[in-house]
């Protein structure tokens, strides 16, 4: 079975940076894309980047120059690095995988992790 294991939220100030990490455990023979989204309250989960196995990006206009995700693929981890914080970012953040274990596909969220930019 495979798990995310979600950190690095919190509470960080208008131009601040925080990194998320999302950690894949348990046995998953392939993982291609890996993703973060982010649901804030009233609206609807929307992806806010994703990496492919050959580290192709993709990041929604909003924190595109601000956001960088990236992989380590010995480790089974993604980041999302976030600079440049802004009170609209504040959301709650899931990571999520998408690869092959035991022949079947995986697909699996993280638990979510709260980011708070206030002043």
């Known amino acids: 079975q495979v798990q995310l294991v979600e950190s690095g939220g919190g509470l960080v100030q208008p131009g601040g940076s925080l990194r998320l990490s999302c950690a894949a455990t348990?046995?998953?023979?392939?993982?291609?894309?890996m993703g973060w989204y982010r649901q804030a309250p009233g609206k609807q989960r929307e992806l806010v980047a994703h990496?492919?196995?050959?580290?192709?990006?993709t990041y929604v206009d909003s924190v595109k120059g601000r956001f960088t995700i990236s992989r380590d693929n010995a480790k089974n981890t993604v980041y999302l690095q976030m600079n440049s914080l802004k009170p609209e970012d504040t959301a709650v953040y899931y990571c999520?995988?998408?690869?092959?274990?035991?022949?079947?596909?995986?697909?699996?969220w993280g638990q979510g992790t709260q980011v708070t930019v206030s002043s």
């Open positions: 999520n995988v998408e690869g092959v274990a035991y022949h079947l596909p995986v697909d699996e």
């Open positions: 348990g046995t998953i023979s392939i993982i291609n894309t």
């Open positions: 990496i492919t196995s050959d580290g192709t990006t």
